[in-house]
């Protein structure tokens, strides 16, 4: 039986979309080529999310990929916080399951720097009631360790809990953990697969 929600946050609660911002601002496609291999893709990007990293440190190895790129990796390295938009349903959605009975937790792969700019486009924490972000903890999905220490800290079982991301190998490392799992396609087709799961 189903009693508790696991949230990832980016491409599920909020858009994270490099490609999107790259092609709204302007750039070229060579740039946003560019900034896709030697920023978004680059290695160090999952040590941002896990908080072994700082942007200055990174930065310098994003630069390393390309060194000829330089001015336009820092520009890009700079505007990071573009790359989120909200969802329109993100809201709602969590306050409907609370509505429900259902206790709400967040567990999402985010670099501390960039959670701090971008927050305030989180309005559905308000709603949750606990999150760990990889940062914090020094971990990251879909390792083991960060499944166990979020089950540990919300107090929850993995049997009685459903996880919802966007990434295959997040939800197959959730299932291997033990957790109930739903891999987030979209809004519509995820919330419809989660009522039949919590059989509503």
Not at 40 to 63: C, N, R, S, Y
Not at 84 to 104: N, T
Request: negative net charge.
């Amino acid at each position: 039986m189903i009693k508790n929600i696991l949230f990832d946050v980016g491409n599920v609660l909020l858009d994270f979309d490099p490609e999107r911002f790259l092609k709204e601002a302007g750039y070229t496609k060579e740039q946003q080529e560019i900034a896709m291999r030697c920023v978004f893709t680059h290695p160090l990007w999952d040590q941002l999310d896990k908080g072994t990293v700082m942007e200055k440190e990174a930065l310098q190895e994003f630069i390393k990929a390309d060194p000829a790129q330089e001015a336009l990796i820092r520009e890009i390295a700079g505007r990071t916080k573009e790359t989120l938009f909200p969802l329109s349903y993100a809201d709602d959605w969590v306050k409907s399951l609370k509505a429900q009975g259902y206790p709400v937790y967040i567990l999402s792969n985010y670099a501390g720097e960039l959670y701090e700019k971008t927050k305030h486009l989180m309005t559905f924490l308000q709603y949750v009631d606990d999150a760990l972000f990889s940062y914090q903890c020094k971990m990251i999905k879909p390792d083991r360790e960060i499944y166990a220490y979020a089950c540990e800290k919300f107090n929850i079982l993995p049997q009685e809990t459903v996880f919802i991301d966007d990434r295959a190998k997040n939800i197959a490392g959730a299932r291997v953990f033990g957790l109930q799992a739903l891999q987030f396609t979209s809004y519509e087709e995820t919330s419809a697969g989660l009522r039949a799961l919590l059989g509503k």
